[in-house]
């Protein structure tokens, strides 16, 4: 360690430097647990294995849970990753969704069609809105995701051809046929159930892949210090556009499964309510894991269940706006770093905490 | 500071080569106040190019144009023979354009090395290998690695970069410029804030790496510019007032009035 | 189209546009000064609506009054909004204002379901400003609308003034470039922040309670205009009032004409403006500055 004539201010700056490392490391996207295969594993063993013990309408929370962590993990590329924060993205979502029941038409379709419609079509969408939008910054950059959404929103609320204010019914689910003989029948509650279970885990993979990668690494030092990536040679915009697209197709993804789940899409599900909600789920679990983001989805989603659920809260229930609003304030106030930074804070302050986090490698 | 090591100012080697990096006429207007007003200046390999000028004479706002985060009122660039003035500052790095600067602008959150593997990744992105891990960037690596021992940093590859002192993330700041494999490099006061034995290490390295790059140093430091510089251009009110030998801008009457006064 | 009807859409669009500028200027004014993004800005603008409503049978056709009170009260609770919940929001990131304002939109729209339910209630003008003038023979314009134009054109100007000419316009505009230095002068700059705050309930407020005897009062009302406020924000640039106008103006009539000529696709008008603008000036028509 460089020594010099303020040798006290060196050491000092170590103390600050650890704890910093410590409290940045968790959340923090250089180091996303792509090391830690097991315990997502597990959990994905797990949650196969929910249907032998729940009851179908626990099943199906399950995968209302699934489907809204695939969104949530597509956003957490965008805000934890590339440190770009939308409060679009809902549009993706509803992009794919109405995809997939116009493209299903009235005899349904094949997964193998819808899957790159609906994708491709969130993804083509997240081009022209992500080329535009990268063309400002922070504040700018919320608003302009926001005012893009809400004109997805405006044309299938407003237009025939989105089917307007009451949405459209996907009349047949999607199946997967090979050669006649029907391998997958989204209509059947088990094919569904793994099916979506399949994409939560190719997802997170993916995603998980991707953040270890030389792209995934640009994005980290786009999201820490974008000028210091173009004065080494970066052009950084291609690399952030390629993040909202991807980003995009994946919440396409999701809109497909939920399209199916429901059997029905309405205007509703581009609107910012629920772009705010999923950046919710991300903040919830904490910004800068994969991990927090299936995390935040999951509490996110039980939450809101909870309000409302009139069994529990009695006439509460009906006002759970105000309860979901406050307890959303008092979280953030209070948790800025989510729960996942709970578990950091909770290490730091046993003693020895600073001391083992100490000069530990980043990778 | 008498702490300093002897740094012999090399002869004019810039006579012999051509000049790698030029501005001509550089000018920058900001709503009407001309903060840089037709200065030009060369850059060559082998030699240390020293700006000085007081606050507010321009240095920022001329080495902000040469590296491409601003774009000039007026004038041109050019860079290894290539018009470079229409340029974005990505793509002059990627030609070979290091720059430095003033405010440490380290990856503060990674460790040493990938701050350094990072830096190197910019001149071979191929973004498009998903499959293939960062980590196992071998040529990435290698490169990080060489700069770091370049700068003095051997030892500290897996700390993580905030817990460095702040010469030594001064250092990082020239190691992540030295790992894009530059061909010139532009500091912006690179000594700002450093003891003298840090100082000295500094100048050292840039005295090592003069043989082989072209260097622009923009300095406060009149000790460190008159030890270790070529050539020194003075700069006041965003105009070049002389640009000659160290020798001959000690003696220079403009200078000695304007900037240096009593003390040399 | 002729021109009688030509003229009142015109008439239409500058209405709307001024009464977005009043929403609009204050959502860049807290912006521009204090560095926070509001989302709930919108539920001011309900708030207004909601007054307009709840004062009506107590002022009657005393409408000027009932604008000024619904006006000081909206400052008032303005001015203890910013004091208990914004001014812990200063210091915090983008993100977290963003989501800490989304939840208040939640809890301000449960209150207002709590206080006056969710129908869609109707106010009515003031008999004095009741019919309308002759336009071209068949078609009249309303004297209200008349009035709810010239009304934010007086507030525009009146804003004008004080931002420009006063010693409090001074101190705004200086702290909106340096807040330091302002602070350094020994200007107490939280009561300044809480005052530009209130002021930009206010002037939200008095946009609301001026458009509802137009547009009906209905719960949703704030979310819609304020993401047009966004894209006039965005179309005019961040801290500008005299931006804020002209994109106002603008969406005013891109809106109104747009309606007329492409019916059901109207709505997506504004925000092929606003694509045109990113493409043309991505920092906004004017930039940062007043």
Redesign the interface.
Known sequence: MASDGAGNEASAEVGAGDVRAVVGALPDIGRHEAGGWLVPGAAALAIAALPLVLSPYAQDVVVRIAIYAIFALSLELLVGATGLVSLGHAAFLGIGAYVTVRASGDSGGSLALLLPLAMGGAAAYAVVVGALSLRTRGVYFIMVTLAFAQMAYFVVHDTKAGGGSDGIFLYVKPTLAIAGKTLLDLGERMPLYYTVLAALVATYAFIALLLGSRFGHALAGIRVNEQRMRAAGFSTTPYKLAAFVIAGALAGLAGLLLAVKDGAVNPELLSWHESGAVLLMVIFGGIGSLRGAVIGATCFTLLKELFQSEALLGSLASHWQLTLGLTIIAFVAALPRGLIGLGARLRVMRPGGLAKAGARPSR | MSALPAEASGPRAAEASASLLEAIGLGKRFRGLAAVDEVSLDLCVGEIHAVIGTNGAGKSTLINLLSGELAPSAGSIRFGGDDVTRWSQPRRARAGLGRSYQRTTIFAEFSVLENCRLAAQAKEPRPWLVWERAADDRRGIATATRALAAAGLDGDADRIASTLSHGAKRQLEIAMCLATGPRALLLDEPLAGMGAEETGRMLTLLSGLKATHAILLVEHDMDAVFRVADRITVMVNGQVIASDVPERIRNDRAVREAYLGDDH | MDFATFLVQCLNAVQYGLLLFLVASGLTLI?GIMGV?N?AHGSFYMLGAYLAFALAPWFGDWFVTRLIVGVMLAALFGYVLEWVFFS?LYE?D???Q???T??????F???R??SFGNDVHGVTAPGWLTGGFQLGGLMEYPWYRVFASAACLVVALALYAVVNRTRLGMMIRAGASNRDMVRGLGVDIRRLYRIVFAGGVALAALAGMIAAPLSSVYPGMG?SVL?IC??V??IGG?GSITGALIASLLVGFVDTFGKVFFA?????GV??L??IV??WR??GLMKRGF
Request: aromatic residues 14%.
């Open positions: 912006f993004i989302l812990f915090r983008h993100l977290q963003v989501l800490l989304y939840a208040l939109i939640l809890v729209e449960e209150l379901s709590l979310s993401i966004f894209v924000v965005v961040i059901e696709w109207s709505g997506v925000y092929v606003m694509a990113l493409v991505p920092e």
